[in-house]
């Protein structure tokens, strides 16, 4: 069973394998799985995944074998673990609860080597309409607290299969970047009784320079103060804690406006390997007048990694307004002919 | 001129070049300067670098020339600046400040190829004396609020010279890394009446399964919580907040250490990439009760990079136990003949 331990200084949770931890020849020896070969996310493989817990299919086709358009499973090495009951024990200044917990993997599209930016618009809803099926089914498990939603897209990016996939982990304590969120969105609430990324979304809109792309609900912006060259936030623009509690209308609206997003990046920087996390509300916590939900899309471009890590200091070399005018001023009517 | 940007929600500060920002093909241009000839930090090169703020040399050798076991010069590409007056300004939500700021490169040896782990005990200690002499010319320039002093080993841990070299910078702000530790320390401070890290020092020396290292003067461990595997930090027993007020005889006791867990790591991990940190106190805060400074060590060995830079969430694949067992049980003595 994996262990949750919480750092005693700045209350950090960190996720540890301690049922069989990597020694240091593993890591020489690690190679990322990039398999070209007997994919085990194609059609043709279920049995090499756990079985499905949810997936799109054709009406007759069975469950775990070909014929479906998007699956969810299990990880096969799950970071935690489902099964179990969610222990608690302090030694000493330390606490530390067993890793219970769902890791789960979104097969995004049966076509190996189809990249996100390549789906189309109905293609990317239905990705959008898994991620919330997937969190209404385990917001009814209690010992669950946060479920965050990334993708790791490219090596660099730390993708471990080249199959077009996200990943969901449901965790029974919030992570720290959360935490901070609610912290800050909470006290700027306190003290005016507005939603911080309401207020950013009209600051934004006023200014006008920080723009991407937007439509009718949502606002596509680089940050004011990236971590990262060319980080993008697509934000709703009306008030809405969690991801999950939208209309219709808004997954239709999401799925164009994210989709130009990618190609946008896909273009100006030429598919490069890219993270995107969806920030939700906390499943028990109430955050529904302070926080805000929305997704944030990171290129991986910049090698200075450890040295960030462990500092939290990011120095960042492009500009902001510069990289939502580059995106800006892409064409995507030429896109499809140039970019393979 | 840089500028530093503060994220409205969580109050993180960042860097961001304003002045000559990269554009999406710089990017993909972008190559590692790994130079193995003519290297800008050799000696006989000191023209390639700005002239140098301190040096350690032969007597009746000249500034900037030959002649010397280590050297400090300003970064040519600095992240921040170091003339002009710091102007703040808030636009809307947003604040920020020009981009004052030192940036110097801590040349750590005139060999080329010699790897920090295979100093001598004198050389490190030496290297040691430079890093205290900066901090302490640079804390009477009364902008600053925080000196970083940090090392990038390898290619994949951010290093873009081969030539051994820490860097140090010196910041108006305080990154948000060391807020999180002095808002947890001084918490912990108030509550209790004591140093959260002597206490952490007092359960690791009782409990002794996380213990890499000890002197009379130092501890080596691997923390409880890690967010990277082999992790290990360096703290003085004894409490004190501030690393350059220790006395001569801290320097030799650190140095000592720092290297038998540099050359532990670098024979369990094959001459890994890493990344070290000085955790000090900031300049004009008055941290003397509650923070402790100590040095982390963070071995690069994993990929799953861009995700746990947005989540801060961290999933660590060796328990720190087993790391510190590892680490424990390297014969030193067989060292030498094994490694280049």
Not at 128 to 137: G, P, Q
Not at 326 to 331: A, V
Request: some cysteine.
């Amino acid at each position: 069973m994996p262990e949750l331990r919480k750092d005693p200084i700045i209350g950090r949770w960190v996720i540890i394998a301690t049922s069989r931890g990597l020694r240091p020849k593993d890591y020489q020896a690690e190679k990322v799985r990039y398999l070209y070969q007997s994919c085990p996310l194609c059609p043709g493989q279920e049995e090499k995944t756990p079985p499905e817990v949810l997936a799109y299919r054709q009406s007759g086709s069975l469950p775990n074998t070909p014929g479906w358009t998007l699956r969810v499973v299990p990880n096969k090495f799950p970071a935690l673990e489902v099964e179990g009951t969610l222990d608690r024990e302090g030694v000493g200044l330390y606490d530390r609860m067993n890793g219970i917990g769902a890791h789960e993997v979104v097969i995004e599209t049966p076509e190996h080597k189809k990249a996100l930016s390549k789906f189309t618009e109905k293609e990317f809803e239905n990705l959008l309409w898994a991620y919330r099926d997937r969190i209404l089914d385990l917001r009814k498990d209690t010992r669950f607290r946060y479920i965050m939603i990334f993708k790791n897209y490219g090596e660099a990016a730390g993708a471990s299969l080249e199959h077009s996939h996200s990943q969901l982990i449901a965790l029974p304590i919030i992570p720290t970047a959360v935490v901070e969120e609610l912290v800050g969105a909470k006290s700027h609430y306190e003290e005016k009784e507005r939603c911080i990324f309401c207020d950013i979304i009209r600051q934004e809109l006023s200014d006008g320079s920080r723009i991407v792309q937007e439509n009718q609900e949502f606002l596509a912006i680089t940050p004011f103060a990236p971590k990262f060259p060319f980080e993008v936030w697509i934000l709703p623009k009306k008030h809405a804690s969690s991801f999950d509690q939208g209309q219709k209308s808004q997954y239709e609206a999401l799925s164009r406006i994210f989709l130009d997003v990618l190609r946008r990046l896909n273009v100006a920087l030429k598919d490069p390997p890219y993270n995107f996390i969806l920030h939700s509300s906390p499943l028990q916590e109430r955050a529904e007048d302070y926080y805000h939900w929305h997704f944030e899309i990171m290129p991986t471009l910049t090698r200075v990694a450890g040295f960030e890590w462990g500092t939290g200091f990011y120095i960042n070399p492009t500009p902001p307004e510069d990289a939502a005018r580059f995106l800006r001023e892409i064409d995507l009517t030429i896109e499809s002919e140039e970019i393979p």
